[in-house]
């Protein structure tokens, strides 16, 4: 089992959807869950980021964390064809270990 | 703004011959980073630095070696290139020991023919 897992894709969904992306992952330890953007041809920049678990919210973002299962999500609301990316959800122990998923590959079609 | 630079967007390489890549960062962050990102695999952590002249080994250091000689520029180095090392190579950098917020320069696209 891969430390952390997110579905491929790509997932694609019309303008104003809302979009849902996630992860799970196996190492209880970690505390910090961040998600980041790639558009193509771009390196990943940070969107945002919480501790432990509850709900992040920032614009049209939010980031959920329930570490009982072990299972991490980011809910954009009124999507647009800009949001059209690579989305990375990533993980660490405080500096640690810090850990990667592949990424879901996402379309907003106008 | 952060700035990640990276010294080529393409590159092109015989197995055998020995890569310097070359990542430069202009805030002053004390921790820099090498990844190399592939389909299906996404991002993995070759090597990473907490300070000039030191450095810490990531997932998949094989193959690889790396220098800290200034705080700003962190060079990753492939002694001899393999077919397997084709591959996008990202650098990053981030403020303070926690590594959290990682600012990355635009890639590197390495074919090793």
């Known amino acids: 089992q891969k430390e952390v897992e997110q579905d491929p894709g790509p997932l694609s969904v019309p303008e104003g959807a809302i979009v849902s992306l996630n992860c799970t992952y196996s190492?209880?330890?970690?505390?910090?869950f961040m998600w980041y953007r790639q558009y193509s041809r771009k390196g990943p920049e940070l969107l945002m980021y919480?501790?432990?678990?509850g709900n992040k919210e920032d614009g049209r973002f939010t980031a959920q964390v329930d570490k009982s299962s072990k299972y991490i999500s980011l809910f954009i609301r009124d999507s647009q064809p800009s949001d059209s990316a690579t989305y990375l959800c990533?993980?660490?122990?405080?500096?640690?270990?810090?850990?990667f998923g592949p990424g879901t590959r996402l379309s907003v079609l106008p | 703004d952060v700035k990640v630079t990276q010294s080529s967007r393409y590159l092109v390489k015989r197995t055998g011959e020995k890569v310097f890549l070359e990542c430069v960062q202009d805030?002053?962050?004390?921790?820099m980073f090498w990844y190399r990102q592939d389909p299906g695999l996404g991002l993995r952590l070759i090597y990473f630095?907490?300070?000039?002249?030191?450095?810490e080994k990531g997932d998949i250091p094989e193959g690889y070696s790396v220098s800290r000689e200034k705080k700003e520029r962190f060079s990753l180095i492939l002694e001899s290139a393999s077919t397997n090392q084709t591959s996008m190579y990202l650098c990053?950098?981030?403020?303070?020991?926690?590594?959290?917020?990682?600012?990355f320069g635009p890639g590197t696209r390495l074919t090793v023919l």
């Open positions: 990053a950098s981030s403020p303070g020991t926690s590594g959290l917020e990682q600012f």
């Open positions: 190492n209880s330890a970690f505390q910090y």
């Open positions: 919480t501790y432990s678990s």
């Open positions: 990533a993980m660490s122990n405080y500096g640690q270990n810090f850990v």
């Open positions: 805030m002053d962050h004390e921790n």
């Open positions: 630095s907490y300070d000039v002249k030191m450095k």
